[in-house]
């Protein structure tokens, strides 16, 4: 009797940027406000993914369809699950649903994995992590890889939270800074409570705190999430120090900014104001999966000439960050600006990005 006698084949899929259906099979309370979601797919499944980037939900919520955009906080080294941490915001209608529905057993869609702020594609001997609050995800996946695949690579882990009971992962960041000599922790308090005690850092992250940390930080690739005031004051520091800003990468997302959702309204009332755009100027939409076509002015996205048909193409962000939205592309050409939201390997293949992606002539998009 031969060995493989006792060996049944095991189909592996591999995880790739487009719609998948994940299973919840852990939620683990981080702190008392942050919980963490781990998923996997039913069957085997390899998650691979650049540490740092993020996927999509796709969720029901009163019976409406929302998107909501998450960093993978786990480490590709663990790669038959994914996870992702999410902090309960006050008055946050899918955080807190987040927190308070979805639990083990529960199957949902994710798009994914896409964004530009990861540790492959900017490798460096000496790293500078800086996170601030639940931004700390992206970067804990960054320091997950480097710590699980032996990287040798120089970490100065660096992280803000408001008061000791608000750090996430505390536990585990001590354990990886007392196993290796290349993963240095530093963590600021802004303060602390009554009952609680704090030898560490205390206040805000500033120039003399910086340089008592990491005194080589000029010389180091710098990876930094947090709330927007914070990532701002860490800029305005590096920008005082001359700091190569090439080697500065950053990570923000999340819905459409209300600022940005006025300027949208406000262009599409002037363009209704506007006179009528010449026949001749007008580009043809065709969308060959529902038989469907259109005539849109110049400047008009593929996604709004979709949403005049009728048609409904996921989307979250609205700014080419989180990858919902893409269709496929089979002829024509379009000028796409994207935020990180799409690979090159799928532009090689035809994918653009509905939301941002403006026609320069006539195109077919099959949807």
Not at 31 to 58: H, I, N, S, Y
Request: proline fraction near 6%; aromatic fraction near 10%.
């Amino acid at each position: 009797m031969t060995t493989n006698t006792f060996l049944n084949p095991v189909t592996t899929q591999t995880w790739s940027n487009g719609r998948h259906l994940v299973r919840c099979v852990k939620a683990i309370q981080e702190t008392w406000d942050v919980r963490t979601f781990c998923f996997m797919a039913d069957q085997p499944m390899v998650f691979f993914f650049k540490p740092g980037q993020f996927v999509t939900l796709e969720l029901e919520i009163d019976g409406q369809p929302i998107m909501r955009s998450y960093t993978i906080s786990s480490s590709p080294s663990v790669p038959y699950s994914f996870s992702i941490t999410i902090k309960r915001v006050p008055g946050g209608k899918v955080s807190n649903w987040l927190h308070d529905n979805l639990k083990e057993g529960d199957v949902l869609p994710v798009h994914g994995p896409v964004g530009l702020f990861n540790a492959i594609d900017f490798p460096a001997d000496k790293v500078l992590f800086l996170s601030g609050g639940v931004g700390i995800t992206p970067v804990m996946s960054m320091a997950r890889w480097f710590f699980d695949t032996n990287g040798n690579v120089d970490m100065v882990f660096v992280h803000s939270a408001r008061a000791p009971k608000d750090i996430i992962y505390h536990r585990e960041l001590r354990h990886m800074a007392s196993r290796i000599e290349n993963f240095k922790l530093h963590l600021i308090c802004e303060k602390y409570e009554i009952g609680e005690t704090w030898s560490g850092y205390r206040g805000y992250l500033n120039q003399r705190m910086l340089e008592l940390i990491a005194p080589d930080f000029m010389e180091r690739e710098i990876f930094c999430c947090g709330p927007t005031p914070y990532m701002h004051a860490i800029k305005r520091l590096l920008e005082a120090n001359g700091f190569d800003m090439q080697r500065y990468h950053e990570e923000a997302f999340g819905p459409t900014p209300p600022e940005i959702r006025a300027e949208v309204t406000e262009h599409a009332a002037e363009a209704a104001e506007a006179a009528e755009v010449p026949a001749a100027d007008l580009n043809l939409v065709n969308f060959s999966g529902t038989g469907k076509s259109i005539r849109v002015a110049p400047g008009e996205t593929v996604h709004a000439a979709a949403a005049k048909l009728g048609l409904h193409i996921p989307k979250a962000c609205g700014m080419g960050i989180c990858g919902t939205c893409k269709v496929m592309k089979t002829a024509g050409e379009v000028s796409m600006e994207h935020n990180g939201g799409i690979t090159d390997e799928d532009v090689a293949e035809g994918y653009i990005l509905s939301c941002c992606s403006v026609p320069r002539g006539d195109v077919t998009i099959d949807y």
